[in-house]
């Protein structure tokens, strides 16, 4: 299948705002994701977004969303220490797809937040 | 936490052995998968089980064999593995699989630490 692209690495100095950008394959995903995977352990899910929506926001995470160029971007406000880790976009497989279930994963993006 | 544990979290196999990895979710969700996270590629769905009855298999190698015994545990056997298949394992659940043809959409994925594998 077509790859969800992230860029693979983005480094930051703490305070700052960070953005990591994606664009997805499925013009039909009703829902995308931003999950966190801190290491050693597994995806946490960041945030979502509804595919009819341009915006969300959620405390310090800014999502945006271009369905006409299928672009995902995620926003982290005043980066903190704590927030390096690899940052994941998916995409659900959409209607058109009998494995609706499963998600479609970039790469991820190592965000490395410094001092 | 996510309420999915996943043991052992590290393992370290040779490619004559047989070993399982074991996954228990206590979040009362119905679908449980296994992902392979290899380095520099996508995560890759390998098996998804609806209420203990398989309903995906991603062209995976027989090498892999699951297991999901109750809604709860999913394993997956290995044996006779290949170097390329050291990755990180992670389980994941959700409440329910949607129908044919729908989305997960709000179905969200919990997933598991993972176990890294490495085969020597």
């Known amino acids: 299948g077509e790859d969800v692209e992230q860029s693979l690495f983005l480094s930051v100095r703490e305070g700052d705002s960070s953005v990591i950008n994606c664009t997805y394959t499925?013009?039909?995903?009703?829902?995308l994701y931003w999950y966190k995977q801190e290491p050693g352990a597994g995806l946490q899910l960041l945030t979502y977004?509804?595919?009819?929506?341009d915006m969300k926001q959620d405390q310090r995470l800014t999502v945006l969303l271009n369905k006409k160029d299928k672009h995902l971007s995620l926003r982290i406000a005043d980066t903190q220490t704590g927030d390096s880790a690899i940052y994941f976009c998916a995409e659900s497989l959409g209607s058109n797809s009998n494995s609706g279930y499963a998600l479609n994963f970039g790469k991820g993006t190592s965000l490395l937040v410094t001092p | 936490e996510t309420g999915v544990t996943q043991t052992p979290r590290h393992l370290v196999m040779g490619m004559t052995n047989k070993k399982s990895l074991k996954c228990e979710q206590h979040?009362?969700?119905?679908?449980m998968y296994w992902y392979k996270q290899s380095a520099k590629k996508p995560l890759e769905l390998m098996f998804a089980y609806s209420l203990e009855e398989r309903v995906e298999n991603n062209s995976v190698p027989s090498r892999f064999s699951p297991e999901c015994p109750n809604s709860s545990h999913l394993f997956l056997h290995l044996h006779t593995l290949q170097p390329e298949d050291s990755a990180l394992y992670l389980c994941?659940?959700?409440?329910?699989?949607?129908?044919?043809?729908?989305?997960?959409?709000?179905?969200?994925?919990?997933f598991g630490s993972g176990t890294q594998l490495s085969v020597l």
């Open positions: 499925d013009s039909s995903s009703t829902y």
């Open positions: 994941a659940s959700s409440q329910d699989l949607p129908a044919t043809g729908a989305e997960l959409t709000n179905e969200k994925l919990f």
């Open positions: 977004i509804f595919s009819n929506m």
């Open positions: 979040l009362g969700h119905n679908a």
